[in-house]
């Protein structure tokens, strides 16, 4: 029983990148392909979670649209057309530019 724990004990610290140093080329590249499997498993599951959260907002968004048309014709305003509701760009001045800086006389 404790000759499996400790190979599991080594197996995790390997899969952490401590204790290499035994390790042959071929364990190596075994412990590297196993590494990228797992990673791979992982970023299909995170972004199935990204695009089920998309799927909830996207729905929330439906939502909050309806809703606030409603609101607009209880207030009896004009119901906002589907472009303003979708993007809402505002125009800012600043004073920041790309280049060098000017010197600026005292």
């Known amino acids: 029983m404790m000759t499996k724990l400790e190979f599991l004990e080594v197996a995790k610290r390997k899969l952490l990148g401590d204790g290499l140093e035994p390790c042959t080329i071929d364990e190596l590249q ?6 990228e499997r797992s990673l791979s498993r992982i970023r299909a599951r995170k972004n199935q979670l990204f695009r089920e959260q998309i799927e ?15 609101l607009r ?17 505002m125009d800012v001045e600043t004073q920041l530019s790309i280049g060098p800086p000017e010197r600026r006389v005292a």
Not at 30 to 35: G, W, Y
Not at 56 to 70: C, P
Not at 78 to 88: G, H, K, T
């Open 30 to 35: 075994q412990l590297e392909n196993q590494l």
């Open 56 to 70: 909830k907002l996207k729905e929330k968004e439906k939502i909050l649209i309806e809703e606030n048309t409603k």
């Open 73 to 89: 014709e209880q207030c009896g305003m004009q119901p906002r057309q589907a472009s303003e509701e979708q993007e809402v760009y």
